[in-house]
C-alpha cells in the first residue's frame, strides 16, 4: 500500500463546542467539559508537504486511502472489508427528470453491509481495537448495528446491538449471522441507547454511537474527500444528504475546512442541504425557526428507518453547516421518497434506500424555493441499498 508512515492519527482531540483540547491516545466520548462531540485534528501544516491530491492515484480503492488525515495509527488496525471509494454515478436522465443540470448520484449503497455506516464503523472500532478496547455497543436503527457487527467480526471483537423491534427484517438477519449479541427493544432508537447505557454500566461496552465517540465521523469525513477526487478536483454546487444523526453531513463539512488547510481548495463551499422525513424533521424544524440546536421530536415515524433519529447530538454542528454553505434543509414525506427510490431506479439502475429516494424527492422543493438552480451540479447520497429494505 503505497501510504506513508507519516500517517499518525490525530495531534489532539478538541470539543466542538470551547475548543477545549484532549489527548488522542486515550477512549474518549463526549467532551468531559461540554458533554458535546469530540473532533479529531490533525497536523495539517507538517502533513500538507507530502499529502497532495496527485499523491492519491495509485492508492487502493478504500477510504483508507486518505490515512494521514484520519486516527488510526498501526496500519495492522486498518480494518478492511471495502469500504469506501464508492461510484459516483452520473444520472442524467435523473437530471432532466428534476430539471437541474447536473446530477450524479454517490452511490452509498455499494458498501460493505450495503450502507455508508460501513465507513464510520469501522473507523471507530478500528480505533476502539487500537486503543485496547474487547467489547463495543450500540444502539441502532438497523444499519450502523450491522455494520458495527461486521467489523467487530473482523477485529474478533464482542459485539452487542439494540435496535427496535420494527427494524427491517434483512438488517435483523444480516446482524445475527454477523455474530453479534442482538437485542430487539420496542420503541426508538433512543430507547435502545438507554439499553446500551445500562450494558456499558454493568459490563464495560465500549458504546459506539454516533459523535458520542471521536471517530465515526471521520470515517464518514472521507465521502468529502472522495467527491473532490471524483469530480477531477473540484466540488459540487450542492449536496442533498439525507440526515439522522448528521455525521456524514457534519463529516464532510469537517473534511472541507481540512481540505482548504490542506491546500486542496480554496472558502468556496457546496451548499449542503438537509432531508428528513415529513415525520421525523428535528433539525428542518430547527432551521426553519432560526434555532442554534434542535431538541426532541416527539412520535417519529417513517419507513426510512435511518432518518428515524428524534434527537440528534451534533445538532448544532448541522445547523451550523446548512447555514454557513447557504444551505437548507427540508423534510419530505414517506410516499414522495417511495416514488423517487422508482424515478431513481428507473433512470439510473440504481436500487436506493428510501433515503436515498428523499435526496431526489428534496430536489424539486429545493428549486422551488429558489436554494437551488436549474444551472447547478447537485450531488445526491443514496446512503444504502434498497434491498435491505424489502420487508418495509
Ligand atoms: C444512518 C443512515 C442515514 C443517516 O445518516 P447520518 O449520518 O446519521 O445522518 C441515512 N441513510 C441511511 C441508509 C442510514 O443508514
Not at 427494524?167 to 426508538?188: F, K, M, N, W, Y
Not at 446500551?196 to 458504546?207: I, P, Q, R, S, T
Not at 472522495?226 to 463539512?253: A, C, H, K, S
Request: aromatic content about 8%.
Amino acid at each position: 500500500m503505497a501510504i506513508r508512515d507519516s500517517a499518525r492519527g490525530a495531534a489532539y482531540l478538541e470539543c466542538t463546542r470551547c475548543g477545549q483540547p484532549y489527548p488522542s491516545d486515550r477512549l474518549h466520548r463526549l467532551s468531559p467539559c461540554c458533554e458535546k462531540p469530540l473532533y479529531p485534528r490533525y497536523d495539517l501544516d507538517a502533513i500538507r508537504p507530502h499529502f497532495r491530491p496527485a499523491d492519491l492515484a495509485t492508492r487502493e480503492a478504500t477510504m483508507w486511502r486518505y490515512a494521514e488525515v484520519l486516527p488510526v495509527r498501526d496500519p495492522a488496525f486498518r480494518l478492511t472489508l471495502g469500504e469506501g471509494f464508492t461510484p459516483l454515478i452520473d444520472a442524467p436522465r435523473l437530471a432532466a427528470e428534476l430539471g437541474v443540470r447536473r446530477v450524479w448520484v454517490k452511490d452509498e449503497g455499494q458498501n460493505p453491509t450495503g450502507s455508508f455506516k460501513a465507513r464510520g464503523l469501522a473507523m471507530a472500532v478500528a480505533r476502539a481495537w487500537e486503543l485496547g478496547v474487547k467489547a463495543v455497543a450500540i444502539p441502532s436503527a438497523g444499519n450502523a448495528g450491522s455494520a458495527m457487527a461486521a467489523y467487530a467480526a473482523a477485529a474478533g471483537l464482542e459485539a452487542h446491538v439494540v435496535v427496535p423491534e420494527d427494524t427491517p427484517r434483512p438488517i435483523v438477519e444480516e446482524i445475527r449471522s454477523l455474530g453479534a449479541d442482538l437485542e430487539l427493544i420496542p420503541g426508538l432508537i433512543t430507547d435502545a441507547g438507554r439499553r446500551v447505557g445500562e450494558g456499558v454500566a454493568a459490563y464495560g461496552w465500549f458504546d459506539v454511537s454516533t459523535l458520542k465517540e471521536p471517530y465515526r465521523v471521520e470515517g464518514k469525513k472521507t465521502m468529502g474527500y472522495e467527491l473532490f477526487e471524483q469530480l477531477g478536483g473540484r466540488l459540487p454546487d450542492v449536496i442533498v444528504y439525507p440526515t439522522g444523526g448528521g455525521t456524514g453531513l457534519v463529516g464532510m463539512w469537517k473534511a472541507f475546512e481540512e481540505m482548504e488547510r490542506l491546500g486542496w481548495i480554496g472558502p468556496e463551499r457546496p451548499k449542503m442541504v438537509t432531508v428528513q422525513a415529513a415525520g421525523c424533521a428535528p433539525i428542518v424544524r430547527a432551521w426553519e425557526s432560526g434555532a442554534q440546536e434542535a431538541g426532541t421530536w416527539e412520535g417519529a415515524h417513517t419507513y426510512a428507518s435511518g432518518l428515524r433519529v428524534p434527537r440528534a447530538v451534533g445538532d448544532f454542528l448541522i445547523l451550523q453547516a446548512i447555514r454557513a454553505s447557504g444551505g437548507a434543509a427540508v423534510a419530505v414525506p414517506d410516499a414522495a421518497m417511495a416514488e423517487w427510490v422508482l424515478r431513481m431506479g428507473r433512470t439510473t439502475g440504481i436500487f436506493a434506500a428510501p433515503e436515498g429516494g428523499a435526496t431526489a424527492a428534496a430536489v424539486p422543493v429545493l428549486l422551488e424555493r429558489g436554494v437551488i438552480s436549474a444551472d447547478d451540479e447537485v450531488v445526491l447520497f443514496n446512503t444504502g441499498s434498497g434491498l435491505k429494505y424489502i420487508s418495509a
